[in-house]
């Protein structure tokens, strides 16, 4: 059975409430919460483009049904990156998924102004995989 994923609302109040380089070590955290991606699935076409950094996210589905995205990245930060915007969408159904604002519930963080924009860059290509994805799915 997958991980339940923290809240973003959970995560949100915590980030809030850190600065610097504790928000790093939260992101950090939040990487090393993800569910292990084997090896396999890390393939050109799970690969998400535009990150600096190696990003692969791959959907499966719950014997319920919904969506969960299994996620890897070769950099420490980033994989918290890629935790944190899964953490908006993981265990729901594909059409909730497809049609979430995953930015807009991202903007409370405000990476933009806490990262550096190379680790920032793919975060809206990952955005368009994980709902485009999810569309697929929804429209069965």
């Known amino acids: 059975m997958p991980n339940a994923p ?3 609302e ?3 109040e915590e980030y809030l409430f850190l600065d610097g380089d504790e928000r790093y070590r939260l992101l950090i ?3 090393r919460e993800l569910d292990p991606m084997p090896d ?3 393939t050109d076409a799970t690969r998400v ?3 600096s950094a190696s990003v692969w996210v791959y959907p499966t589905r719950t014997d319920s049904g919904e969506l969960h995205f299994l996620a890897d990245s070769n ?3 980033t994989k918290g990156i890629v935790a944190l915007v899964l953490s908006a969408v993981q265990n729901q159904p594909a059409r909730q998924v497809a049609e979430t604002d995953i930015a ?3 903007e409370p963080f405000d990476l933009k102004n806490q990262l550096s924009s190379n680790r920032t860059q793919g975060v809206p290509n990952m955005i368009a995989l994980i709902r485009e994805t999810a569309a697929r799915y929804a429209e069965g």
């Open 6 to 8: 923290r809240s973003l």
């Open 29 to 31: 955290e939040l990487g």
């Open 49 to 51: 483009r535009g990150c």
């Open 40 to 42: 396999a699935l890390k």
């Open 10 to 12: 959970d995560i949100r």
């Open 104 to 106: 807009a519930m991202l």
């Open 75 to 77: 950099a420490a930060i």
